[in-house]
């Protein structure tokens, strides 16, 4: 969700040009990529400025680091993960043994009339027969053999084998002595559990069954084949890597952190700073739920499970505290929010970049009532100059909802010394408003 990959090149264009204008020579250009998702934004930066990428999620940081920390050898330590994972297989092959032959018998049966619908049934009831709290009793991270994926997610998320190997292969990674491959290893990992999940939106829910159509996908997706998934994208970060590599590598070096960007900013950094780019969630609905899977993955700590009324929820969420709850994603505290991130990234004088969107950017459409000058308001408290591009979003195949949203990109410059008053009167900027001639697919 939110990944930028379609924005990059007015990205770029807004930033490239605040890097170079940086004032001061005494420090390599650097950007603060302060929510940084997938870290594409950063990595689009990468070869210009000296990248420094935080987000509070631990997946979204491996993702990150995968990008802007590049790892020799990625060829051998896949082959010694391969191997390590084989004992770990074996032992799961043994604890879970009925189970998994009698997912093998199903999928050998699925074109069998009525074997789809069985198959569900059998998953399903599977599923909530067994009590992933009693099977994981006094695990930890080290246990062997390693089933927090097995126990928790098996006819959830994944089919029973995909579980098997996502912990095997887990289990292999951590064994991996250098940091920067144990993280690509575990970036593949990441993108083989999002290829193999049968859940709809990512990780929001398991699939409801109600369909024809949706039953005969989860069949289709419990078969992916996880091992293959993990190879291919690990051999293609090889390949991203040494292309980089060709091109003479990174000339900056760049740092991916771990960090809740409003308690962040009440601390004092004093590293410089040339351009913040913040790209927050738009909505209301928290990355928290739709990636729990893939950051248990990264913890791999075997945390408490949700309950309501004394039974797991349906999505096998972990426990309300371990989940991050955005201050961006609620309408109490996201104007709160966006302050902060502008007074931080003022007090660092650097200039700041915002991605956002209009009308459903939620702090335009719940708390501005679908105005934009209001925001140009709270960007202008903390910068002379505010100048926002609005990029007109389509829906591909959305008919009538084709161009309603707009992906705002609004740069802001020359950081005041001090924030001016909320006093509406007196905060307004000299905003303009560019139309872009760009029109970007939401594919
Ligand atoms: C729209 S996504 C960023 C997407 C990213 N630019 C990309 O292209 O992949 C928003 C990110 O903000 C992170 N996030 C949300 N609230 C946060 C907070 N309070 N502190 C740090 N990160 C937060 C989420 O984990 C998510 O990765």
Redesign the pocket.
Same mark, same amino acid.
């Given at each position: 969700? +939110?990944?930028?990959?379609r924005l990059l090149e007015p990205l770029e264009a807004a930033i490239a040009p605040l890097l170079a204008a940086r004032s001061s020579r005494t420090h390599p250009p650097r950007l603060l990529d302060l =929510?940084? +998702? /997938? +870290?594409?934004?950063g990595a689009r930066l990468a070869p210009r400025a000296s990248v420094w990428a /935080? @987000?509070?999620?631990a997946y !979204?940081c491996v993702l990150a680091r995968a990008r802007l920390q590049p790892a020799a050898g990625l060829e051998s330590a896949l082959e010694r993960c391969l191997q390590r994972a084989e004992r770990a297989r074996e032992a799961l092959f043994e604890r879970y043994g009925a189970v998994l032959e009698a997912e093998r018998r199903w999928f050998e049966r699925a074109e069998e009339p009525g074997s789809i619908d069985a198959y569900c049934r059998w998953a399903e009831q599977e599923a909530s027969g067994h009590d992933p709290a009693r099977a994981c009793a006094g695990c930890r991270p080290d246990t062997f053999p390693p089933r927090l994926v097995t126990a928790y997610y098996r006819n959830v998320y994944f089919g029973v084998r995909q579980a098997i190997e996502l912990d095997a292969l887990r289990w292999a990674i951590e064994a991996e002595s250098e940091p920067a491959a144990r993280n690509a290893l575990l970036a593949a990992l990441l993108f083989a559990a999002s290829r193999a999940t049968s859940a709809t939106a990512h990780f929001a829910q398991p699939r409801a069954l109600s369909r024809r159509s949706e039953r005969e996908r989860l069949v289709q997706r419990r078969q992916i084949d996880v091992r293959a998934r993990f190879v291919e994208r690990l051999q293609q970060l090889e390949r991203e890597q040494a292309a980089q590599r060709a091109r003479g590598g990174f000339r900056h070096p760049h740092r991916v952190e771990r960090?809740? *960007? *409003?308690s962040w900013t009440r601390t004092a950094v004093r590293e410089p700073v040339d351009v913040v780019y913040a @790209?927050?969630?738009?909505t209301a609905d928290n990355?928290s739920r739709f990636y729990h899977v893939l950051e248990t993955l990264v913890h791999y700590d075997y945390p408490p499970l949700a309950t309501r009324a004394g039974r797991l929820t349906r999505g096998r969420y972990p426990a309300l505290e371990r989940r =991050?709850r955005?201050?961006?994603s609620s309408p109490a505290t996201v104007e709160a !929010?966006f302050a902060a991130v502008c007074g931080f990234a003022a007090r660092l004088g650097a200039a700041l970049v915002w991605?956002y969107a209009r009308p459903n950017g939620l702090l335009i459409r719940r708390v501005y009532d679908g105005q934009l000058a209001p925001f140009e308001r709270l960007l202008g408290r903390f910068y002379r100059e505010v100048e926002i591009t609005e990029i007109p979003l389509a829906h591909s195949g959305a008919g009538s909802r084709a161009l309603r949203t707009h992906e705002l990109i609004a740069v802001c410059r020359e950081p005041r010394s001090r924030p001016l008053p909320v006093s509406r009167k007196t905060s307004e900027p000299r905003a303009r408003t560019q139309p872009a001639a760009t029109e970007i697919a939401n594919s």
């Open positions: 969700m +939110g990944v930028k990959t =929510l940084c +998702g /997938t +870290g594409v934004v /935080t @987000d509070a999620q !979204a960090r809740e *960007v *409003v @790209d927050p969630p738009y990355y =991050l955005s201050p961006f !929010a991605s």
